[in-house]
């Protein structure tokens, strides 16, 4: 049993000015619900063959706004059931309870600052505990607000993750003024408050907060092979079905949905970003750097506001990014239905490449671009632009790519070595269970390093200002430990040139003293 949501208006509910409500229709099971998102739309504006608001519309971007964020929150409701409850979704009537659980007075959700600071208060008196650890626990409280404040992210409780556990350590940690104890005593304090939250409310999941490691050592995590990356390349279409078979293929068939959190997923593993700059970037952000001695190069240049320091961030776009860009485009605009002309885009040059994808986002960015539709295929508006890719709130993303790597065949058994009850356990998982969109970032920064990018280059194209953040992201497993001690470390002989020099040396000293004799 699967579900489906579908975006629609109520015709049947018409009122006095002529506008009846905008609803998605959530189907389970063979029965649907339509909630509303509280807008409303005259019937000759909504388009019905797009399911969305017409051009003519007056507030046609609140409505598609509102009809991706009430969408993207069901199917967080949904995911969060189906992973606690054996894999099976919960009924109509269990959804439109949930839905209007959520509310609060007026329909206003009670803030989590709220929740921490009644947290607090209550916790200190059942442990009787003194005012001194009160202070500990309530400037967690605010340094937790700070965080939210300064990167501008709106809390909620599907944003404990471990993606916000990464970026939140990294917060404390670049900026110098932590030590790795305090920002330890903070994660502690959090997941107590989640542990007391899940237990009281259920407003969060175990999963969500058990993976925080108090900071003491470093956790050990999994990053994507360039193996796999060729098969999330292939199954997006990156990678010309022509070529040699380097791993066994499956015939799959990958949904529209499943198709873009792949891309994500690749995007995320070639430029080191961390979701929550990858959800603020937009294609104003890439520059096209004609100064340069050799050909045309684009970068994706930003700002990261950490810890009262603006960090000036630049990510070139390698090959790999250009053609996936050039992909996503392709999926808006007829014209760059590049392998209808077969010739495929990975067969072209890179200076090609980047004219390509330059000369659309430049018709983008002055608003000429015309869709130039010969073929009569369906192709939808891109009405995500300016932002890259469609929405997807992070909770949702990985939860949706385990599902989708387990289908291609990313699923191999994994060893970690986790820490439980003060003892060391290796402990086995299936890959695609413990991958997250931070997983991105640790692949990118270990295979950067593998290439032979030097630390002070990479930690301008991640934004890191400590290198501890930057190596806390690095992938050392024992195939490379191996590598590069055989490498480096080479036989020691008689023939050695620098045996040669020290057994020079010693004969001129002998004859030296020889001769002072």
Not at 7 to 14: F, G, L, M, V, Y
Not at 66 to 89: A, G, H, P, V
């Amino acid at each position: 049993m699967g579900y489906s949501l579908k975006n629609n208006i109520r015709e049947d509910k018409i009122k006095t000015n002529g506008e009846c409500p905008v609803v998605i229709r959530v189907t389970i099971d063979r029965k649907s619900y339509r909630h509303p998102i509280g807008e409303n739309i005259k019937p000759k504006d909504w388009n019905k063959k797009e399911d969305i608001p017409r051009k003519s519309c007056s507030n046609r971007d609140v409505i598609i706004s509102k009809l991706e964020t009430e969408k993207n929150k069901i199917r967080d409701l949904l995911n969060q059931y189906y992973f606690n409850n054996n894999k099976k979704y919960p009924s109509i009537q269990e959804l439109k309870n949930t839905l209007n659980s959520q509310k609060g007075i007026n329909g206003v959700s009670k803030p989590i600052s709220i929740y921490y600071d009644d947290f607090v208060e209550e916790y200190i008196k059942k442990k009787n505990l003194s005012h001194g650890t009160k202070r500990v626990y309530l400037n967690t409280g605010y340094r937790l607000k700070e965080f939210f404040t300064t990167n501008k992210i709106t809390p909620t409780w599907d944003v404990f993750n471990e993606d916000f556990y990464n970026d939140f350590v990294d917060y404390y940690l670049d900026g110098g003024r932590n030590t790795e104890g305090t920002i330890g005593k903070y994660i502690k304090n959090l997941k107590t408050f989640l542990k007391d939250t899940h237990k009281r409310y259920k407003l969060v999941r175990p999963e969500q907060y058990e993976t925080f490691v108090v900071m003491k050592e470093k956790p050990d995590f999994v990053v994507f092979t360039k193996i796999e990356l060729l098969m999330i390349k292939y199954y997006i279409g990156l990678i010309d079905i022509k070529q040699d078979d380097w791993f066994d293929k499956k015939e799959i068939k990958l949904n529209n949905r499943e198709l873009l959190i792949l891309r994500i997923m690749l995007f995320l593993s070639l430029t080191g970003m961390s979701y929550v700059d990858f959800d603020k970037l937009t294609y104003q952000d890439l520059e096209n750097n004609e100064d340069l001695e050799n050909d045309t190069t684009l970068s994706f240049i930003y700002i990261r506001q950490k810890t009262n320091m603006i960090n000036k961030v630049v990510v070139t776009l390698t090959e790999d990014i250009v053609e996936l860009l050039i992909k996503e485009f392709s999926i808006y605009i007829p014209q760059l239905d590049l392998s209808s002309k077969h010739f495929h885009i990975s067969l072209r040059t890179l200076e090609q490449k980047v004219k390509i994808l330059w000369g659309y986002i430049d018709q983008l960015k002055s608003n000429n671009l015309k869709k130039v539709n010969l073929s009569g295929e369906k192709f939808p508006d891109m009405v995500h632009y300016p932002r890259l890719f469609p929405k997807v709130p992070n909770q949702t993303f990985n939860e949706e790519v385990k599902l989708v790597l387990d289908k291609i065949g990313i699923n191999q058994n994994v060893f970690l070595i986790e820490k439980r009850n003060r003892k060391s356990n290796k402990v086995e998982y299936k890959k695609c269970d413990i991958i997250s969109s931070v997983s991105g970032r640790r692949t990118f920064i270990t295979h950067s390093l593998q290439d032979g990018i030097s630390m002070e280059v990479l930690m301008k194209s991640t934004g890191h200002t400590d290198i501890r953040s930057l190596l806390r992201y690095n992938k050392v497993d024992v195939e490379d430990v191996n590598k590069q001690f055989l490498d480096k470390k080479k036989r020691i002989s008689p023939t050695d040139i620098w045996v040669d020099r020290k057994t020079k040396e010693t004969k001129k000293k002998i004859i030296n003293k020889n001769s002072k004799k």
